[in-house]
């Protein structure tokens, strides 16, 4: 090899370690300045799975899509919302042609598609046929994008109302909550939104541990397809409360449990906030009758937390349920009865000692006798720079803010309606340690159904939740979605040369 060839190798070598340098090292060797801070920039594209909203011939669903308007986003771009079986299979979320029954081309039309950012989009559908939709947004209708899925049932198993945030594909899950009893009957939905199939792996935690399931091992998903699973019919044992946990071992899918019931109804059971040592559940009906935490630690050690309710007050200990002892690897569940007593209020779970990862949810009941509805709580991430909520109207949404640790000044926005109106925001402090359920803005002109966005304004962290109230023939149907970060915006390193490498 002649000395051309090795300056050439060593010059070659030499920008590569450059180019590495900039893009990860921290302050430089030769004491130049660090890079400066990350920039948070728009995502360019965004997928959403919605689940098949319902096995009811009287079921009406509708759906809800809406972008915050961000700065930076691109110009252009598109949403929509296409059947899992007619997603397109290079993922664009294009339609895909088919054959309908006479032998002649289809093309499914999207179940919705949005305009522009700032202005929410709907769409609806009816009956036990409705599939589950996988949508994909990219340039500016991609920051923050979200999608409502809302159902109304009026009679049978499962009636009242049930909701969902459609979610992104992922490759693990746990559902603190879920049932394998006589009186309810969970599906667990798995969505595969990508051109291989996904193999998933499920398993169930009871009481006494883990339940055998040899039926949940292995599972495969078809690219773009999605399959609900009867819990029950993995495993012989009838438990009233469960633990599910999902993994994938290739792939990624969406995943939600739909819990019903014949006596209390029925909703949509969204993934915990992976496993931590302090956990918040926010936005506990201040009417709620009962309400009921289910809580599981996947580690070695078992886990010790402090109980406590965080009110418009404050935080207070909720008598007789003061601490919580979870076995390792045992599904724990307690009555906490009508916690909230009349007030807003957020449960905040805290190690009394060591720190043990867990993850929790809350089952919440409201009214009496045979007009029970119920609902869920996951435990969820805070809001961090922005979350949004779609599907909302003037009279039967009630936002709750939590700042369990410190006073929080949040900003929230209620877009223009789906059929006119004009954005209003205000300007809200929330104490620290306390729950207030707000009166949220409404769109001046307002028509149709708007969107919410919360935008914390100080270091404290804040937990939200949103709660949809609709009342029929009784019965005081509702349901809450927690309201985590809408992952508008990536953090993207901004990056300095540092061509003093070369010298050493």
Same mark, same amino acid.
């Given at each position: 090899?002649?000395?051309?060839?090795?300056?050439?190798?060593?010059?070659?070598?030499?920008?590569?370690?450059?180019?590495?340098?900039?893009?990860?090292?921290?302050?430089?060797?030769?004491?130049?300045?660090?890079?400066?801070?990350?920039?948070?920039?728009?995502?360019?594209?965004?997928?959403? =799975?919605?689940?098949?909203?319902?096995?009811?011939?009287?079921?009406?669903?509708?759906?809800?899509?809406?972008?915050?308007?961000?700065?930076?986003? %691109?110009?252009?771009?598109?949403?929509?919302?296409?059947?899992?079986?007619? /997603?397109?299979?290079?993922?664009?979320?294009?339609?895909?042609?088919?054959?309908?029954?006479?032998?002649?081309?289809?093309?499914?039309?999207?179940?919705?598609?949005? +305009?522009?950012?700032?202005?929410?989009?709907?769409?609806?559908?009816?009956?036990? *046929?409705?599939?589950?939709?996988?949508?994909?947004?990219?340039?500016?209708?991609?920051?923050? $994008?979200?999608?409502?899925?809302?159902?109304?049932?009026?009679?049978?198993?499962?009636?009242?109302?049930?909701?969902?945030?459609?979610?992104?594909?992922?490759?693990?899950? $746990?559902?603190?909550?879920?049932?394998?009893?006589?009186?309810?009957?969970?599906?667990?939905?798995?969505?595969?939104?990508?051109? @291989?199939?996904?193999?998933?792996?499920? /398993?169930?935690?009871?009481? &006494?541990?883990?339940?055998?399931?040899?039926?949940?091992?292995?599972?495969?998903?078809?690219?773009?397809?999605?399959?609900?699973?009867?819990?029950?019919?993995?495993?012989? /044992?009838?438990?009233?409360?469960?633990?599910?946990?999902?993994?994938?071992?290739?792939?990624?899918?969406?995943?939600?449990?739909?819990?019903?019931?014949? +006596?209390?109804?029925?909703? $949509?059971?969204?993934?915990?906030?992976?496993?931590?040592?302090?956990?918040?559940?926010?936005?506990?009906?201040?009417?709620?009758?009962?309400?009921?935490?289910?809580?599981?630690?996947?580690?070695?050690?078992?886990?010790?937390?402090?109980?406590?309710?965080? @009110?418009?007050?404050?935080?207070?200990?909720?008598?007789? &349920?003061?601490?919580?002892?979870?076995? @390792?690897? =045992?599904?724990?569940?307690? *009555?906490?009865?009508?916690?909230?007593?009349? /007030?807003?209020?957020?449960?905040?779970?805290? #190690?009394? *000692?060591?720190?043990? #990862?867990?993850?929790?949810?809350?089952?919440?009941?409201?009214?009496?006798?045979? &007009?029970?509805? =119920?609902?869920?709580?996951?435990?969820?991430?805070?809001?961090?720079?922005?979350?949004?909520?779609?599907?909302?109207?003037?009279?039967?949404?009630?936002?709750?803010?939590?700042?369990?640790?410190?006073?929080?000044?949040?900003?929230?926005? %209620?877009?223009?309606?789906?059929?006119?109106?004009?954005?209003?925001?205000?300007?809200?402090?929330?104490?620290?340690?306390?729950?207030? &359920?707000?009166?949220?803005?409404?769109?001046?002109?307002?028509?149709?159904?708007?969107?919410?966005?919360?935008?914390?304004?100080?270091?404290?962290?804040?937990?939200?939740?949103?709660?949809?109230?609709?009342?029929?023939?009784?019965?005081?149907?509702?349901?809450?979605?927690?309201?985590?970060?809408?992952?508008?915006?990536?953090?993207?390193?901004?990056?300095?040369?540092?061509?003093?490498?070369?010298?050493?």
């Amino acid at each position: 090899m002649n000395r051309t060839t090795l300056s050439l190798i060593a010059g070659t070598s030499a920008l590569a370690a450059v180019t590495a340098f900039a893009a990860l090292a921290g302050p430089s060797a030769s004491g130049a300045a660090a890079p400066t801070a990350a920039a948070h920039l728009p995502v360019e594209r965004t997928s959403l =799975m919605c689940p098949a909203p319902s096995v009811s011939d009287i079921a009406d669903t509708s759906y809800t899509s809406f972008t915050p308007v961000t700065q930076g986003a %691109a110009s252009d771009g598109k949403a929509q919302l296409l059947p899992a079986s007619e /997603e397109s299979a290079d993922g664009t979320g294009g339609t895909r042609q088919g054959k309908g029954k006479d032998g002649k081309k289809t093309t499914a039309e999207p179940v919705l598609t949005p +305009k522009a950012p700032g202005t929410p989009a709907t769409g609806d559908t009816s009956g036990a *046929d409705a599939p589950a939709l996988i949508g994909t947004a990219d340039g500016k209708f991609a920051p923050g $994008w979200t999608v409502q899925e809302t159902t109304e049932i009026a009679v049978g198993t499962g009636r009242g109302l049930q909701g969902v945030t459609c979610t992104p594909a992922d490759t693990e899950f $746990w559902f603190p909550g879920a049932s394998t009893a006589d009186s309810r009957t969970d599906y667990l939905h798995l969505t595969n939104p990508d051109d @291989s199939a996904a193999v998933v792996d499920v /398993e169930l935690y009871g009481k &006494n541990g883990a339940i055998k399931s040899p039926l949940g091992e292995n599972l495969t998903v078809k690219p773009h397809t999605s399959e609900p699973i009867l819990l029950s019919t993995l495993t012989d /044992e009838r438990q009233d409360d469960v633990t599910v946990h999902v993994s994938v071992r290739s792939g990624r899918v969406g995943a939600t449990v739909q819990a019903l019931d014949g +006596k209390t109804g029925g909703d $949509w059971l969204a993934a915990a906030a992976d496993p931590a040592g302090s956990l918040v559940l926010p936005g506990i009906p201040k009417d709620a009758t009962d309400v009921r935490l289910i809580a599981f630690t996947p580690g070695d050690a078992d886990a010790d937390l402090t109980v406590r309710l965080a @009110s418009p007050s404050g935080l207070i200990t909720p008598a007789g &349920n003061e601490t919580l002892h979870v076995k @390792s690897g =045992m599904t724990t569940a307690v *009555d906490l009865g009508p916690v909230t007593r009349g /007030e807003a209020g957020s449960l905040v779970l805290t #190690p009394t *000692d060591q720190s043990v #990862p867990v993850v929790a949810a809350l089952q919440v009941l409201r009214g009496k006798g045979a &007009n029970q509805e =119920m609902a869920f709580i996951p435990a969820t991430a805070p809001v961090g720079t922005r979350a949004t909520s779609a599907d909302n109207s003037a009279k039967g949404t009630t936002l709750a803010l939590t700042a369990p640790t410190g006073a929080a000044k949040v900003k929230v926005t %209620a877009s223009a309606g789906s059929d006119g109106g004009t954005a209003v925001s205000r300007t809200y402090t929330i104490g620290s340690g306390t729950t207030q &359920n707000i009166e949220a803005p409404v769109p001046s002109g307002q028509g149709g159904t708007y969107a919410l966005t919360v935008e914390p304004l100080t270091g404290a962290p804040v937990y939200a939740a949103r709660t949809l109230t609709a009342t029929e023939s009784g019965i005081p149907g509702f349901t809450i979605q927690t309201l985590p970060n809408d992952r508008g915006l990536v953090a993207v390193p901004k990056t300095d040369e540092d061509l003093s490498i070369l010298q050493k």
